[in-house]
């Protein structure tokens, strides 16, 4: 009986014992919570106030302008990126203005005296993680013009490089150029007469590149199709009237200064020759071959001072139309050297039959001297003589005005 | 017939198998040598890294080579300095890489400003009339040590990202070139401790976290406005300056003209040093360490010329 009652006081002084000792507990535990709470929000409020005067800082030195001298800003930490988020999703948009101006003599193919001769807008952004588009819009004075749109596919198995829309072809090096980016205010000869002048091959179609395994020398091959309208050079009468375009083109570094490149091209399609009435009553066809060599030497020292690049193309055609196959062949070389931060100064000698009739061969020569005020302006003036086959020959001063502004996508080399 | 022959060359071509990547190792590829060296030092023996820029060239002004487009096709990593450095030659390089891995937002793709300190955030309304200027901030952020260390976080983190069995080894990497740059700077702040506040001219914007780090004030520039060409008019007020404060430093690049720089120090009979903007700028700026190495000596030595201290 004695046992069971001590029992029983030892019992309840264990549990009066432990009531103070459970809320004890229960205490620091509610404290450990607080305090744990307390440095949370202790911390989040640490870390936006460091962020508020990051932000504080960054607008502080950013105060004195990208024009004027610093004065020892502070800094901003981790921003990622300072353009307005409204803008991120829009392309890229620019546009060239190309001002043309002619004096001298030319009879045969005479140019305004003074001419706006190209606005071209260009809009470029990625479209989704499976490709980006690029379209460049040409404004003449009369009439507008979609140059180039196409959208490029850079997820594609097998390292292929697609593209689908309207695009100029890679037949040769000049074929591709934008009027902007020529070293002259006009194009050869031989671009001219046998590949269809200033548009030359440009239509809608498929392209399809490839890079071929060549160890450290830079091996490409093309093949495109497009619907066959290009100009005069080629013209679709029938669905299946497709013209072609294939290019290989091969690079090397010689040193890191010095670089070659070299392609040969190949194209076909129906041209115009045979079409009476509306109707492709001769059907006959154009088959272009080229070869084309660049050589370019840049410092890389003083790569902004000096640089040359020689170029030529060499050009066959082979074309169908009454009264037989006509095979012309032409070409050009150039060399342009630039000689100051802002000077250049170059030549090119032309030499061209005519597709329609090889008998017929004009011949010329120019020299240009350009200005660059800026990367995104210059100012051209270029000399120009042409002994044409079928007409008094041209002496002519031309000069050009052309200026950027927008973010212009860099252009491929 | 052609038609036939066409597809049938087209199909050879298309036919063919693509290179391999290099074996075991992470492919990087970096747009500068600074980046590169830095891949490097946290990568070690588990990376092949390939720069693009080379470290005497203006990071501007550089060619999109087709063999740069080899490069960029086989690389699993692309490292980029940002801020619009390699506007004017990245992405065709891009476009044309046939490489998902490495596109903006892709796992393989790192741009190295973002937790970087950026100065010179433009404000309120960007022109060209105020030059060649960056809206994201000047792009020439690695030039400061502390940077370079948070470059090579990044780093480490990109290449875990990517070859997770070595994440502990670029982290024991990255550790052993955060100790060794730690020691590195309280040499080079002992060494440009006697010049604080001195004042410079520069070139180019290229060095505003370089002097700021180690306490010198720019206060010109040869350039009149950002990638624009030295001006008469502004010479002349730049060497008036520079008489008046007292300047005699001009701090040159190496792909810059000496001509108007050495004719401005002529002026305010001071000295023009051409300092390496990036590893390889110079043979002896071998690594990220040994730029500073070489840019610190040598502009100590130069501004203890100019300041008798």
Redesign the interface.
């Known amino acids: 009986m004695r046992a069971t009652r001590f029992a029983c006081v030892a019992l309840m002084g264990v549990a009066l014992a432990m009531v103070p000792r459970l809320a004890l507990a229960q205490t620091a535990e509610q404290a450990q919570t607080i305090q744990q709470q307390i440095d949370q929000l202790r911390k989040e409020f640490g870390d936006r106030l460091a962020a508020l005067e990051a932000q504080l800082a960054?607008?502080q030195?950013?105060?004195?302008?990208?024009?004027a001298?610093?004065t020892?800003?502070l800094?901003?930490?981790?921003?990622?990126?300072?353009?307005s988020n409204s803008k991120v999703f829009n392309p890229d948009m620019a546009v060239i203005g190309d001002f043309l101006g002619a004096s001298g003599r030319n009879e045969v193919n005479p140019s305004p005296a003074l001419e706006m001769h190209e606005s071209e807008a260009s809009f470029q952004a990625?479209v989704d993680?499976y490709g980006?588009a690029d379209f460049f819009v040409s404004f003449g004075e009369e009439g507008v013009e979609l140059e180039e749109g196409f959208l490029?596919f850079?997820?594609?198995p097998?390292?292929?490089?697609t593209r689908v829309g309207k695009m100029r072809a890679a037949f040769g090096k000049v074929n591709g150029l934008h009027n902007h980016v020529l070293p002259w205010t006009d194009r050869p000869l031989v671009i001219n007469n046998l590949v269809g002048g200033e548009e030359g091959i440009d239509d809608a179609g498929i392209s399809?590149a490839?890079?071929?395994?060549a160890g450290?020398l830079?091996l490409?091959?093309t093949?495109q199709v497009f619907r066959g309208d290009s100009g005069e050079l080629f013209r679709s009468s029938k669905r299946g009237d497709?013209s072609?375009v294939?290019h290989l083109?091969a690079?090397?570094?010689i040193t890191?200064s010095t670089?070659v490149?070299l392609g040969a091209s190949y194209s076909?399609g129906h041209n115009p020759a045979g079409i009476v009435g509306d109707v492709d009553i001769g059907r006959f066809t154009t088959?272009l071959f080229g070869t084309d060599v660049t050589l370019?030497w840049?410092p890389?020292?003083?790569?902004?001072?000096h640089q040359f690049v020689g170029r030529s193309e060499i050009i066959w055609s082979d074309r169908g139309q009454f009264g037989g196959r006509q095979r012309s062949m032409g070409y050009y070389a150039s060399g342009d050297y630039q000689f100051a931060?802002?000077w250049f100064v170059g030549g090119r000698y032309d030499r061209s039959e005519h597709a329609d009739d090889a008998a017929l061969l004009d011949k010329g020569a120019s020299a240009t001297l350009t200005y660059w005020p800026?990367?995104?302006s210059q100012v051209r003036g270029q000399y120009r003589h042409i002994d044409y086959a079928d007409g008094p020959a041209a002496n002519e001063l031309l000069f050009q005005f052309q200026f950027s502004?927008g973010a212009h996508?860099?252009?491929?080399? | 017939m052609v038609i036939r022959t066409f597809k049938l060359i087209l199909l050879l071509l298309l036919g063919v198998p693509v290179v391999a990547s290099a074996q075991g190792k992470l492919n990087v590829v970096t747009t500068t040598e600074d980046l590169g060296a830095i891949a490097r030092e946290v990568g070690g023996d588990k990376v092949a890294v390939t720069a693009l820029a080379r470290g005497y060239q203006d990071p501007h002004f550089v060619d999109p080579k087709p063999s740069f487009i080899l490069a960029v096709s086989r690389a699993d990593v692309l490292i980029v300095v940002g801020r619009e450095l390699e506007l004017g030659w990245l992405p065709p390089l891009l476009s044309s890489s046939r490489n998902s891995k490495i596109q903006p937002g892709a796992k393989g793709y790192l741009d190295a400003s973002v937790n970087v300190r950026i100065l010179e955030i433009p404000t309120g309304q960007i022109t060209r009339a105020m030059g060649d200027v960056h809206p994201s901030g000047n792009p020439h952020y690695w030039l400061e040590p502390g940077n370079g260390r948070r470059i090579a976080q990044a780093i480490r983190d990109k290449l875990s990202e990517n070859a997770p069995a070595n994440a502990a080894y670029f982290a024991q990497r990255y550790a052993d070139f955060d100790m060794r740059l730690a020691v590195a700077e309280k040499r080079w702040d002992a060494t440009m401790a006697p010049y604080k506040g001195t004042k410079v001219v520069t070139y180019h914007r290229s060095w505003p976290n370089f002097m700021e780090r180690f306490g010198l004030d720019v206060m010109g520039y040869v350039e009149p406005k950002p990638g624009i060409p030295p001006s008469p008019s502004h010479t002349l007020e730049l060497i008036q300056d520079m008489k008046r404060q007292g300047v005699k430093l001009v701090v040159v690049e190496p792909y810059f003209d000496l001509k108007t720089p050495q004719a401005i120090a002529n002026q305010v009979d001071g000295k023009v040093l051409v300092l390496a903007p990036s590893v390889g700028g110079t043979k002896e700026a071998t690594d990220y360490i040994q730029l500073f190495e070489y840019d610190v000596n040598l502009l100590a030595g130069a501004l203890k010329q100019v300041t008798g201290k």
Do not use: C, M, W
């Open positions: 960054g607008i030195g950013g105060q004195s302008g990208a024009g001298p610093q020892a800003p800094p901003e930490v981790g921003q990622g990126g300072a353009l990625v993680p980006r490029t850079t997820e594609l097998g390292k292929l490089l399809v490839r890079l071929l395994p450290p830079f490409e091959a093949g497709l072609y294939g083109r690079y090397h570094d890191e670089n490149d076909y088959k370019r840049r890389l020292t003083r790569a902004i001072y931060r802002r800026s990367e995104f502004i996508g860099a252009h491929p080399f």
